[in-house]
C-alpha cells in the first residue's frame, strides 16, 4: 500500500558514472534472481503478468545493482514507439539505475515518449532518478491491497 506514480518524459536523459558496471538486456525471469526484486508491486507491473517486456540489469562485479523492467509499444494516439517502464529499482546510491536507464534510452534512440508506470513511494531512488532523467509527474494514486481469505 502507498502512493504509485506515473511520471512521463520526452527524450530523458541520463548522464551514467562510468562506474565498472555490466549492463545486460535480459530475458524477464532474470529478475526472480536479483535479491531485491519488488515482489510486491502492481499486478501488471509483475514480471510474469508483463507481456513482451524485457529487463536491463545493471551489476557490479556479477552482482546485481539495479534493474528496469520496461515493455516497448506503439503510442494508441500516434502509432509512435513508446517505452513504458513498469519497475526501475536499485540497490545502491542510484549509480547503477542510471546506467540501466542510460543503455535503455540509448538501445532506443528512434523512441522519444517515455512512461513510468506506477512507481511505489516506497522507492524513493528510483524516483529521484527518473525526475533527473526529466521524467514529469502525470498522476499519483493510492495503491490498495486487498486480502483474499480462503
Request: proline letters at 7%; one cysteine or more; glycine letters at 8%.
Amino acid at each position: 500500500s502507498g502512493a504509485l506514480h506515473g511520471l512521463r518524459a520526452q527524450h530523458p536523459k541520463v548522464v551514467p558514472v562510468d562506474d565498472g558496471l555490466v549492463v545486460e538486456f535480459v530475458a524477464p525471469e532474470r529478475l526472480t534472481s536479483v535479491p531485491f526484486y519488488r515482489k510486491r508491486a502492481t499486478w501488471p507491473t509483475l514480471w510474469p503478468n508483463a507481456r513482451g517486456a524485457i529487463a536491463v540489469i545493471a551489476a557490479h562485479g556479477g552482482t546485481p545493482a539495479a534493474y528496469v523492467l520496461f515493455r516497448r509499444v506503439t503510442a494508441k494516439d500516434s502509432g509512435a514507439p513508446a517505452i513504458r517502464i513498469l519497475q526501475a529499482e536499485c540497490a545502491d546510491d542510484g549509480t547503477a539505475l542510471r546506467a540501466a536507464l542510460s543503455a535503455l534510452i540509448a538501445h532506443h534512440r528512434d523512441v522519444s515518449d517515455f512512461l513510468a508506470y506506477n512507481i511505489p513511494g516506497a522507492n524513493g531512488r528510483g524516483l529521484i532518478v527518473l525526475r533527473e532523467a526529466g521524467f514529469e509527474p502525470v498522476w499519483d494514486q493510492v495503491w490498495m491491497t486487498r486480502e483474499f481469505v480462503t
